[in-house]
């Protein structure tokens, strides 16, 4: 080999090595900025909106650089985040169910943040704000700033319900006709009058419309007692006494997908689900479409849904303060404008809604202000580290035993009811 | 044979013994210890002894992951065999569209599980689907065919033989090729029709193949995952949890590290006494 070849081909030979060395060298736009990660769990439309607010974040100002990752949906992300908490490799920030944070806030490993600056005067909505969504949540350390909140409402095809000359059903008696009416065998398919996910947010919803509470004022978990009993027999009622109500296939967000799916694609005429598909359905939908608050029984009650933004105390310092300055930011009156108006949640800041009012928004989008004005008659969740665990091993599996195979409700939750108290 | 160095055997034994030690002989020790104590993986763990292995008992849990495995993997064990066969026998000739028959087959083989999955749940819709309305255009009543727990895990068990046949053909096929045409000649000549010559020639000789495909798809049934991930999350009322997503169920999203390691230790068990008992068979017909 001559001596210029074996040059050429060391000089090509350290081209990678170059490139390589460069591309670390390079920070690109994230430059000497504190840097957080942040896990989240919106997908479709409600990721496309966070993208775009952190994009403009990193546009804003340059301090803070967030690196978001998805993790897929809640129950997945939650899995994954204690895992990491457990490796010692928690991100700055993540979000979580309103049911998780006294599970997580009672096992010390979210951070108190009433000592970070301006925490005090974030201008929240106190019903979607720790304080308003927990019996006793104001009396707690500051752990959870709400973001992406919701509450159940129904969704109604306008034009089945013309044609079966139906108006918005407002309690339970009323629901039940509307489904018998709507229940009908369509050019050779069938549509059902209702469709509602088997699972622990709609009936805790129709639990506290019965008139009952998770959980006592000393704090055992009751289950609601007769209220409970009454809720998961309206169930039965409708899946197996009248067949007009279809249990959607699959289990936790499996069954929300199949639920909307089966709405948009005209195959149940009246649905209940969550504020925050509101947007996805109305961009949808190709029948009128109405929103309306779920009907009462004994009262109206609903609970919150969505999620907190919460940070990890096992996070770096900085790495926290870095998140803590992105967190105060998304839910400043702007950002939180415009992911609500973008997907269907609601605005969590005073200001946010006043702002909306003035510009006459909630005229031109009447369905936005249904889950805003159902906050009159929110339910607050207990503060209860353990309701998580009887969420996801207790009730979510005796409903399905309850409303797929008839299980009889009154003994079932009394089973659930010693398994809950059970150590 | 005598090894010229005293140590040679296990010296090369290191490297395979150190792998089954570091990635499932030490994680298994681990499981077992962890299935003594409570632990949410946040909290500190607590001892609690056999307690998790009494509660999966006393729930039921275990005879339910146990029950549901082992009739999905017959189901898919039995079908896959069969129709693998059939298939094979059935196309073990030259042609193009015998060809492009075996290549559609075992296409179903090489799509992923997510692929297959979404698939069917569309085509096992209980009013729209292609299945029921097939169902319904014959006169028989159409099921909720994922949605039903008395047909559930059979559903997922019929779409993983889907899935599996083809590759059940395929070890078949290479099989049958390998038996000398002059055995059917000498049989034909003696008189033997074709099923005689398909007892007594082509299965003996075809008993290797059976024992690997059944072993093989022994271990995919209950390595079965996705399928249940995807369809139905365990679902309806628990019908189609298998054992690997009951594990996944109780430390993902139950948070209970010491349960899950218990399904895990009798999991470990039961898959210990199945090999043991594929072993002793084996040996005896050996012997025989």
């Known amino acids: 080999m001559s001596g210029r070849a074996s040059r050429r081909s060391v000089v090509v030979g350290s081209l990678p090595l170059a490139l390589l060395s460069a591309c670390r060298s390079w920070e690109g736009p994230r430059g000497n900025r504190s840097r957080a990660a942040f896990w989240y769990s919106y997908g479709g439309k409600n990721r496309e909106v966070l993208e775009r607010l952190i994009g403009r974040f990193h546009g804003e100002q340059a301090s803070t650089w967030i690196d978001a990752t998805f993790q897929g949906d809640y129950f997945e992300a939650l899995a994954k985040l204690r895992t990491s908490i457990a490796a010692r490799a928690a991100p700055a920030m993540s979000h979580v169910v309103a049911e998780v944070v006294p599970y997580l806030a009672e096992a010390g490993v979210l951070e108190p943040l009433d000592g970070y600056p301006g925490a005090s005067e974030l201008d929240l909505i106190a019903g979607l704000a720790q304080g308003g969504s927990y019996s006793g949540g104001s009396e707690r350390p500051l752990v959870a700033i709400p973001f992406n909140r919701s509450t159940p409402i129904m969704y109604m095809n306008g034009e089945l319900l013309d044609r079966a000359g139906l108006g918005t059903p407002a309690d339970w008696t009323e629901l039940r006709h509307a489904a018998k009416e709507l229940t009908r065998v369509r050019d050779g398919d069938k549509v059902w009058g209702f469709e509602c996910p088997v699972s622990w947010w709609f009936w805790v919803a129709m639990v506290g419309a019965a008139g009952g509470k998770l959980v006592d004022d000393i704090g055992r978990v009751t289950l609601g007692g007769d209220a409970g009993v009454r809720a998961l027999d309206f169930w039965q009622t409708l899946v197996h006494r009248d067949r007009v109500m279809r249990p959607p296939l699959g289990r936790d967000y499996n069954a929300w997908q199949v639920t909307m799916q089966d709405f948009l694609s005209g195959r149940s005429a009246i649905i209940w689900s969550s504020t925050a598909f509101l947007r996805y359905v109305e961009e949808n939908a190709r029948f009128p479409v109405r929103v309306a608050a779920l009907p009462g029984d004994v009262k109206r009650s609903v609970p919150t849904g969505g999620t907190f933004f919460v940070l990890l105390r096992g996070a770096p310092e900085a790495e926290k303060r870095a998140a803590w300055e992105f967190l105060k930011w998304m839910v400043m009156p702007r950002q939180t404008i415009e992911w609500s108006t973008s997907t269907g949640y609601l605005p969590v800041a005073h200001s946010a809604v006043a702002e909306l009012e003035a510009s006459g928004y909630y005229v031109a989008h009447p369905s936005d202000r249904v889950a805003l004005e159902q906050l009159e008659s929110v339910e607050p969740w207990p503060w209860s580290p353990t309701l998580f665990r009887v969420q996801r091993e207790i009730v979510d599996p005796l409903l399905e035993d309850a409303v797929i195979e008839g299980a009889g409700a009154a003994d079932a939750l009394e089973t659930a009811r010693r398994e809950a108290s059970a150590p | ?288």
């Open chain 2, 1 to 288: 044979m005598k090894p010229n160095k005293k140590y040679g055997p296990y010296a090369m034994l290191v490297p395979t013994l150190g792998l089954l030690g570091i990635f499932f002989l030490y994680p298994l020790f681990v499981a077992a210890r962890q299935s003594l104590y409570s632990w949410d993986l946040l909290t500190p763990p607590a001892y609690v002894g056999w307690s998790n292995y009494a509660a999966l008992w006393q729930k039921g849990e275990l005879a339910r992951a146990f029950r549901n495995t082992l009739l999905y993997s017959s189901v898919v064990v039995a079908g896959s065999m069969a129709l693998g066969l059939a298939f094979a026998v059935a196309l073990d000739r030259p042609g193009k569209i015998v060809s492009f028959v075996r290549s559609a087959v075992f296409s179903a083989y090489v799509i992923s599980w997510v692929a297959v999955a979404l698939l069917f749940m569309w085509l096992l819709d209980r009013d729209a689907g292609l299945v029921s309305r097939l169902v319904r255009a014959v006169g028989l009543p159409a099921r909720s065919w994922l949605g039903d727990p008395h047909v559930a895990l059979y559903t997922l068990a019929a779409v993983s033989v889907w899935k599996i046949t083809g590759y059940a053909m395929v070890i078949f096929l290479a099989g049958l090729q390998d038996i000398p045409p002059a055995l059917h000649e000498a049989a034909a000549l003696d008189g033997a029709n074709r099923l005689v010559r398909f007892l007594r020639i082509t299965w003996p000789l075809l008993r290797p193949s059976a024992v690997f495909v059944a072993t093989t798809s022994l271990i995919m049934s209950f390595q079965a995952f996705d399928v249940v991930r995807i369809m139905t999350q365990g679902g309806p009322v628990h019908s189609t949890e298998l054992f690997v997503y009951a594990i996944y169920e109780q430390i993902f999203m139950n948070l209970r590290v010491g349960r899950a390691s218990a399904l895990v230790v009798v999991y470990s068990g039961l898959i210990l006494a199945l090999t043991l008992l594929q072993l002793r068979a084996w040996r005896e017909r050996r012997v025989a």
